[in-house]
């Protein structure tokens, strides 16, 4: 939710409703000054407060009951921490700033990966005896993953550029919407390449299917509200915040599949299975 607020806030245009930071107009709630512009911007400022404040609990237990769980999990949860107090500064310095675009477009891959670790810490704590994958399930993800952040980071930094409203308006400074256009080939090439080489390896890779059709049915569907915005001239709010909330659940489900674990519970009995010997019955 924090990165859907997030992004109706700049695609309202909605980044310096509150011109002061921390707090918005000088007080915790502005009351007096309140518009959807402001509620946009506080309610943001307040979501990522309760998320920071979630995260440091989450540090904190995995430090009270680390013997209880994976070594790697307090330094997973201190990450994201991490990540949330940069998330918070760079927030801070988009207003006291006036919204550089360097800054946005750092805050967006804060965000992201702050996505991408928490999707994946939960995937591992759901399958901690399972086996690793092998090295072209871990490459073919994270180069999808990546793609599809690097594809992210320059919507956003044609976004907070106006470029496509220039282009569009003025046939000026289109070359970031053709970049735009362009890299969106290698989020398909690699995220096709990574499904149809698990079909082809079999047994428990292809039994991943509903993942890789819920990851390729959200890349046609960004595709097509990517064009479907550019044809309307983006005035179309909903579908700007539509695209952004789309690329989040792609960046969260590949980092899920770059950090599952194979399953060997239907091959542990299997061999279980074919431990038993038969025994003569005597009646």
Known sequence: MLFVIGGATRVMEAGLACPD??????????????????????????????????????????????????????????????????????????????????????????????IALMSGFV?????????????????????????????????????TT???????????GCHLLDLHRISALPVVLTSLLFVITAFLSGGWFRTQWPYFLFVLSLIGLQITIGILSVHLNLNEPFLRILHQLIASLLVASLSALYCRKENSLNSTKLEGFGDHSLEVCHG
């Open 21 to 114: 930071w921390p707090f918005c107009f000088g007080s915790l709630f502005p009351k007096g000054q309140m518009n959807l512009k402001v509620f946009l911007e506080w309610f943001h400022r307040l979501d990522a407060f309760f998320v920071g404040i979630a995260i440091c609990l989450q540090w904190l237990v995995s430090l009270v009951f680390k013997s209880h769980l994976p070594k790697w999990t307090p330094w997973v949860t201190g990450s994201m921490l991490l990540v949330v107090i940069l998330q918070g500064s760079l927030g801070a310095l988009t207003v006291i700033e006036l919204l550089p675009s360097t800054i946005v477009m750092s805050h967006l891959l804060l965000g992201l990966t702050l």
């Open 123 to 159: 995937q591992r704590l759901l399958v901690q005896n399972g086996l690793e994958t092998p090295f072209w399930w871990k490459f073919l993800s994270g180069a999808s993953l990546l793609s599809i952040i690097v594809q992210s980071l320059i919507g956003s930094r044609m976004a």
């Open 162 to 172: 106006w470029s496509v409203q220039r282009c569009i308006n003025h046939g000026i």
